[in-house]
């Protein structure tokens, strides 16, 4: 079956820009997260979306980022005004959730944020 | 607050040889912990999981890594390398505080396989 698809695979901006990064998560998923690779910082957690509990946006680096998800489905991160800190691998995942075990999270091939 | 530790940045073995790669965890209780792997340009795969069932936990192309809460340690094995093993190993815990658990990710060890 089709895996977590992310658009667009790769996005150069200008400083100063706001971008738009896409993910469509496995279908019944009920989770959705968001993650940065970068080579300074490694790999680290954004925000989360469970279901229809508020999100946990604990790891978003500033108030630039945002994230949505839009009928528990597909989600957008939303970066305004990039700097070129921002450069990374943005990687969405997606698990299914079921009571209180761990389901793996399924990862995209994730959008290579350039910014100039 | 629950962290990783990969102990090596890079590790080269020959093909054919046994494959050791490190990883100690802390965490104020049991955790669950996390092998995956990255191949260069492609997406992260779980390779195993240990969530407090068996502590010597099996993963897909032979490798494996056995929980040791004395040692707090997590450490992933395979008995013989394959060129295709080489890439990227992130060790990883899980936060535990709610049913959707978000992953703390170590820094990564790279794997290389020579012939």
């Known amino acids: 079956g089709a895996g977590v698809s992310q658009s667009p695979s790769n996005k150069v901006t200008e400083k100063g820009k706001d971008v738009e990064l896409r993910c469509d998560p496995i279908?019944?998923?009920?989770?959705l997260y968001w993650y940065r690779q970068s080579l300074g910082q490694g790999l680290e957690f954004l925000i989360y979306?469970?279901?229809?509990?508020?999100?946990?946006k604990s790891g978003l680096p500033s108030d630039r980022f945002s994230a949505e998800r839009t009928g528990g489905s597909v989600s957008t991160l939303t970066i305004q005004r990039t700097q070129q800190e921002d450069s990374a691998v943005y990687l969405c995942?997606?698990?299914?959730?079921?009571?209180?075990?761990?389901?793996?999270?399924?990862f995209g091939p994730g959008t290579r944020l350039t910014v100039l | 607050a629950q962290s990783v530790t990969q102990l090596d940045s890079h590790v080269s073995v020959s093909e054919g040889t046994p494959v050791l790669l490190r990883c100690n965890y802390s965490?104020?209780?049991?955790?669950?912990l996390f092998w995956y792997v990255q191949h260069p340009n492609k997406g992260l795969q779980l390779l195993l999981k240990?969530?407090?069932?068996?502590?010597l936990v099996k993963g897909i192309n032979g490798f494996e890594a056995e929980f040791k809460k004395s040692e707090t340690s997590f450490h992933l094995t395979k008995p013989s390398a394959h060129m295709s093993d080489a890439a990227e190993y992130f060790c990883?815990?899980?936060?535990?505080?709610?049913?959707?658990?978000?992953?703390?990710f170590g820094t990564g060890t790279r794997l290389q396989v020579t012939l």
């Open positions: 995942a997606s698990s299914l959730v079921q009571g209180a075990r761990y389901n793996e999270q399924f």
């Open positions: 279908s019944g998923h009920t989770a």
């Open positions: 979306f469970q279901g229809n509990s508020a999100p946990d």
């Open positions: 965490s104020s209780y049991s955790p669950s």
């Open positions: 240990y969530t407090s069932a068996a502590t």
């Open positions: 990883v815990v899980s936060d535990r505080s709610g049913t959707a658990s978000k992953l703390t």
